[in-house]
């Protein structure tokens, strides 16, 4: 063990002779605070808004449910999870029950538990092994029922289910024949709304086929919000006469569509909905930050009240990441009486606060920080950046330098995001201010193909993994060399699934632009990654977005990085979760092998109990101990020694 300390220890002492100016940054955050567990996170009002709940770590460390009154002290653990933990939660009209989502090591099969707040007993609503299990559906006026999709009948399709809470009791309500991929319910929890990848929305009329509501363009970014209360009109974001995704009512009886909110240059975000009316009272847009449009005059008082609270974005929305609890209408975020708001800001230089905020009374109170300790450390700031691409798109992004750095050419990393039907915002990231700790500037690309720049920015991206996108992000690294922020001898890259695709692509496409890569869950095959696709992915979309294996054949094999190992300048740090459903990690392997086979530079970790992320703490602590050390060694930047890491489960391959 001395052996592996003492590496690290020398590796400092060498760096620190090679970047001196390095030494004027502040002192290193520790890993142990930018990625453990946060202190607390995700409150969420009952419905009858007597309750609190949230996100907390036990005494053995494992984020738990917890719950009090709503101004009490009598905060008390409801969960008692082993391992992974809870993250993914809400409440159940009835506000005696909490619904949480739980997977198997990474394997995205969940099933969906219900917790009595005050027996604390668990059921488990859908014991079927193998199955994939999301959350679609809920109503006030049935506050004992759930409508769950399940692929039970068939891995390929999902049908939906309405589920007793009380008793379990499961029957199918929703056939599914082939072409749905989200549906939508009325009060009554009748599925109304369903919508198939090709575009189309249908309803379902009383005991008649399904009828065609409405179609639209490849690329259109849609967002199905709901349906009003009367059950006759259907919101959802999509163009409208244009490119921009507007939130548009459809009106199902006779297909008619209005735009009730837009913006000139970028699509609808979300939408803040009431409870009980359905109303859509506020459209949030995700410009450079967070911009909210209100709807409804009788919230414009409280916005305005919330925007001068504290600085940053704030939300009333839940945050938006992936969730197998998809059933959209701010639940948990406002209780029915619409008199509590979960409020939370969040800023580029700090953690997320937390307030509940009393419509009544026009005052807020300031729950929690996820992450207090933060505030001890000064954290680097975000400033949104465009750039013209060399065929001329202009072409968004983000760039954070790290804190007190000199104005001289600087070791940078362009972290890559993921989707890539996604896009980098403004706020806190905690591997952004990882890294730049660690003394890099960071460039964060929002390339073409990426959401939220309307239809044709996205279908620009059509057809060009390692095409056009990638050229996006090399034309960021050299605006970033040209700006003079840069050192071009000690440019990295990294991300994670299509950033990991990214990694691989930057250094066996453009093998003089990067000194080095880290690549997490990486696709390095493109036809063996269309391949290896779960069973109730829809491959159509694959075959539309990157290319058909068939007719694209040999485009889809330039375009994959194992083609061109023998490209390969600058080392690579490669990482894959044993059980990643989305991206095998026979991708990583087959990589890691046809690397060895040509001698070139390659680390290797398969964390055996994670998936297509990495959710435990300490399998955190250990990857980004190895790819700071990584990083490191042939960057140049700072990083913090690590001693042995217990309880990770990566295995070096």
């Not at 005050?118 to 488990?124: A, L």
């Not at 837009?262 to 109303?279: K, M, W």
């Not at 990441?321 to 708001?341: F, M, Q, T």
């Not at 990495?614 to 690590?642: I, M, S, T, V």
Request: with cysteine; aromatic share 10%; net charge neutral.
């Amino acid at each position: 063990m001395r052996r592996i300390v003492f590496l690290p220890i020398l590796l400092a002492l060498l760096i620190t002779g090679c970047a001196p100016q390095l030494a004027q940054q502040n002192r290193l955050i520790p890993r142990a605070l930018l990625f453990g567990n946060p202190a607390k996170s995700d409150p969420q009002v009952s419905p009858d808004g007597k309750y609190l709940s949230y996100l907390a770590p036990d005494d053995k460390n494992v984020l738990q449910i917890w719950v009090r009154t709503l101004f009490g002290q009598d905060d008390r653990q409801l969960t008692s999870e082993q391992k992974r933990g809870t993250r993914h939660y809400t409440w159940a009209y009835d506000s005696q029950h909490l619904i949480f989502a739980r997977e198997a090591d990474g394997d995205e099969n969940w099933q969906i538990h219900v917790i009595d707040i005050t027996s604390k007993t668990v059921r488990n609503l859908t014991p079927y092994k193998g199955v994939r299990s999301l959350l679609v559906g809920m109503s006030p006026h049935l506050s004992d029922e759930l409508l769950i999709a399940m692929n039970l009948r068939n891995r390929r399709f999902f049908d939906v289910y309405r589920v007793d809470l009380n008793t379990g009791e499961t029957r199918m309500v929703n056939r599914n024949g082939g072409a749905q991929s989200w549906w939508a319910a009325d009060g009554q929890l009748n599925v109304r709304i369903a919508a198939a990848f090709a575009g189309t929305i249908v309803r379902e009329r009383q005991g008649r086929p399904w009828k065609v509501a409405r179609k639209w363009h490849p690329g259109e970014q849609s967002r199905y919000i709901g349906l009003s209360a009367d059950g006759q009109t259907f919101f959802m974001s999509g163009a409208y006469h244009g490119e921009l995704g507007a939130l548009l009512a459809v009106n199902l009886a006779t297909g008619e569509e209005a735009a009730i909110a837009s913006d000139p240059a970028y699509d609808v975000e979300d939408a803040f909905v009431h409870p009980i009316t359905r109303e859509v009272q506020a459209v949030a847009f995700y410009k450079e930050q967070l911009e909210w449009q209100i709807l409804d005059q009788s919230i414009a008082a409280d916005f305005a009240l919330l925007r001068k609270l504290r600085s940053g974005d704030f939300t009333v929305l839940h945050p938006p990441y992936e969730s197998p609890i998809i059933y959209s209408g701010n639940l948990g975020r406002r209780d029915v009486a619409d008199r509590s708001w979960i409020v939370s800001y969040e800023n580029d230089d700090g953690p997320t606060h937390h307030y509940l905020y009393d419509r009544a009374a026009k005052t807020a109170t300031f729950l929690f920080s996820e992450q207090p300790r933060l505030d001890n450390f000064k954290l680097a700031k975000m400033r949104p950046i465009s750039y013209q691409a060399r065929d001329g798109l202009e072409i968004h992004g983000y760039l954070t330098l790290p804190e007190g750095s000199p104005a001289k050419p600087l070791p940078t990393i362009l972290y890559v995001h993921g989707g890539p039907q996604l896009r980098d915002r403004w706020g806190f990231y905690n591997t952004i201010q990882w890294l730049a700790n660690r003394g890099y500037a960071v460039l964060q690309v929002n390339y073409r193909g990426s959401t939220g720049y309307g239809r044709k920015f996205v279908q620009a991206g059509y057809k060009e993994w390692g095409g056009k996108m990638h050229d996006d992000l090399i034309d960021g690294v050299g605006w970033l060399i040209q700006e003079g922020i840069a050192d071009p001898r000690k440019i990295g890259i990294m991300g994670a699934s299509f950033g990991g695709y990214s990694t691989l692509a930057g250094l066996t496409l453009t093998p003089d632009v990067f000194a080095a890569g880290v690549s997490s869950v990486g696709i390095s095959n493109l036809i063996t990654h269309y391949e290896t696709y779960p069973p109730y992915w829809i491959k159509a979309r694959f075959r539309t977005r990157v290319g058909d294996p068939q007719k694209d054949a040999e485009m889809l094999k330039a375009r994959s990085p194992l083609s061109h190992v023998d490209r390969i300048k600058a080392p690579l740090l490669i990482v894959h979760g044993l059980n990643d459903v989305r991206v095998k990690a026979s991708e990583s392997e087959q990589m890691v092998a046809a690397m060895r086979a040509e001698n070139k530079p390659v680390e290797y970790f398969l964390y055996q109990d994670e998936g297509h992320r990495q959710w435990r703490p300490e399998n955190k602590f250990h990857f980004y101990a190895k790819a700071e050390e990584f990083l490191a060694r042939h960057l140049g930047g700072r990083f913090e020694p690590a001693d042995d890491i217990p309880g990770h489960a990566a295995v070096s391959k």
